[in-house]
């Protein structure tokens, strides 16, 4: 098959969207497909294009035998609600004239979007529908819904106006789907008719993220000790993570538990503000992005892992981290209401807390730390699950499945050959190495 993706993020990008754009990519290049990306420079999480790129623009590069067009596009030091729309309104626009060239000269089969940026989107599916390609709609994250609940924008009129328009491009796609079984039902809460859904979640690669011992070089150059107990964070810091609420609990523990360390990884508009919150807080450490060949070390430094969540973003976005940190054999503390994907996702394997309640998680970072069994436990069936629900090589053989059956089909097919969006069954324990 000949498949075109359009999306604002790709590699060299490390984290969020890029990875799994970039990994989708390869893995259909592996399998045979022919296979060419129209993307914005890198900049992400810290919201800065590096400065090689800017000669670079509508020229197409070959990126581990993926042909990628980068376009000009506007990002923002500090991205506030106006901001992002300018900023994805920049893709959309630069985007058309690449996109046009590919769909008339070279004549993909299939036109995947991936939102972010949903801005774009509704050319793809118009210019798919006029050179006869199926068109499919892959959604990370609920923009729209992220931006007002969040407080990013305010106007009502607006955000009516925004939906309305949302709408009418989810239901212009072929396929349209998304990473968590939540998400699918909003998808279809939003009119997009079931048959056309389907759940393709993130992944992680079990092979490379995998249970190690917790004494690791982090340790060593931070001065932690092994017994000290260590919580982690790892990806994005922005507005909707709530990372001030870890560094409230911190506040709050370090003189009654001043063996309690958390380490911070990561960037994004928000870190500055994070670091000056943290600063009478010496049990806090932040690190920047981590690179690929110590990630596994670094994911074992922790006797558990935090997902800070705010209550506005509960279903709108699966933090895609949540896969790593299963696989690592750790258990998580996770910030979600009831009912939601993540809590979902993470009972059982962790512990859930209210979202905003700093009492609640400090209460849980006592409990985890005083009780090492406990976490074993749960480190274990995080485990288990991540190879049965997370794995990459399962994951990326439903895109190819989804993709070949949409290729070879000249309609769509049945809802009982979607996937349902329902959570694989978990197995018996002696079933998972």
């Given at each position: 098959m000949r498949i075109l993706l359009v999306g604002i993020n790709y590699a060299p990008d490390l984290i969020g969207v890029a990875k799994y754009n970039t990994e989708l990519?390869?893995?259909?290049?592996?399998?045979?497909?022919?296979?060419?990306?129209?993307?914005a420079p890198p900049y992400y999480p810290a919201w800065k294009v590096p400065a090689n790129f800017d000669a670079a623009y509508f020229r197409a590069m070959d990126v581990n035998g993926v042909?990628?067009?980068?376009?000009?596009?506007?990002?923002?030091?500090?991205?506030?609600?106006?901001?992002?729309?300018?900023?994805h309104a920049s893709f959309a626009l630069s985007s058309m004239l690449p996109v046009l060239k590919e769909a008339i000269s070279w004549r993909p089969d299939i036109v995947l979007s991936v939102a972010p940026s949903l801005m774009s989107a509704a050319f793809v599916s118009f210019i798919a529908r006029r050179i006869g390609a199926r068109s499919w709609l892959h959604i990370q994250d609920f923009e729209v819904d992220a931006a007002f609940d969040l407080g990013l924008l305010r106007s009502q009129k607006l955000r009516s106006a925004m939906l309305s328009v949302e709408s009418a491009i989810?239901?212009?796609?072929?396929?349209?789907?998304?990473?968590?079984?939540?998400?699918?039902?909003?998808?279809r809460e939003k009119g997009v008719a079931a048959v056309r859904t389907a759940?393709?979640?993130?992944?992680?690669?079990?092979?490379?993220?995998?249970?190690?011992?917790?004494?690791?070089?982090?340790?060593?150059?931070?001065?932690?000790?092994?017994?000290?107990?260590?919580?982690?964070?790892?990806?994005?810091?922005?507005?909707?993570q709530g990372l001030d609420l870890v560094i409230?609990?911190?506040?709050?523990?370090?003189?009654?538990?001043?063996?309690?360390?958390?380490?911070?990884?990561?960037?994004?508009?928000?870190?500055?503000?994070?670091?000056?919150?943290?600063?009478?807080?010496?049990?806090?450490?932040?690190?920047g992005l981590q690179p690929n060949e110590s990630f596994n070390e670094f994911m074992a430094t922790a006797d558990f892992h935090l997902i800070p969540q705010k209550a506005e973003a509960a279903d709108l976005v699966l933090p895609s981290k949540l896969g790593a940190v299963l696989a690592s054999g750790r258990p998580v503390i996770a910030m979600a209401s009831e009912g939601t994907g993540l809590a979902a996702e993470v009972e059982g394997a962790g512990l859930v807390i209210r979202p905003g309640d700093v009492g609640a998680l400090a209460s849980a970072i006592c409990t985890l730390s005083a009780d090492r069994e406990r976490c074993e436990e749960l480190g274990a069936e995080g485990r288990r699950r991540s190879i049965v629900r997370w794995d990459r090589r399962t994951i990326v053989r439903r895109w190819l499945n989804e993709m070949s059956a949409m290729h070879g089909s000249g309609s769509l097919p049945e809802t009982s050959e979607i996937d349902s969006g329902a959570p694989a069954p978990m197995p018996m324990k002696d079933a998972v190495p």
């Open positions: 990519c390869e893995s259909l290049v592996d399998e045979g497909h022919e296979v060419r990306v129209i993307s042909r990628v067009v980068r376009t000009p596009i506007y990002v923002p030091a500090h991205p506030s609600g106006g901001k992002r729309l300018a900023h989810l239901r212009s796609f072929d396929r349209v789907s998304s990473i968590s079984p939540q998400m699918v039902g909003r998808l759940e393709v979640r993130n992944w992680i690669d079990t092979s490379a993220v995998f249970p190690r011992p917790r004494q690791t070089q982090y340790r060593s150059q931070l001065g932690i000790s092994e017994s000290d107990i260590v919580g982690v964070y790892s990806g994005t810091m922005s507005n909707k409230e609990a911190a506040s709050a523990l370090q003189v009654d538990h001043p063996n309690v360390h958390f380490i911070l990884a990561g960037e994004g508009p928000h870190k500055a503000k994070l670091v000056d919150m943290a600063a009478g807080c010496a049990r806090v450490h932040f690190l």
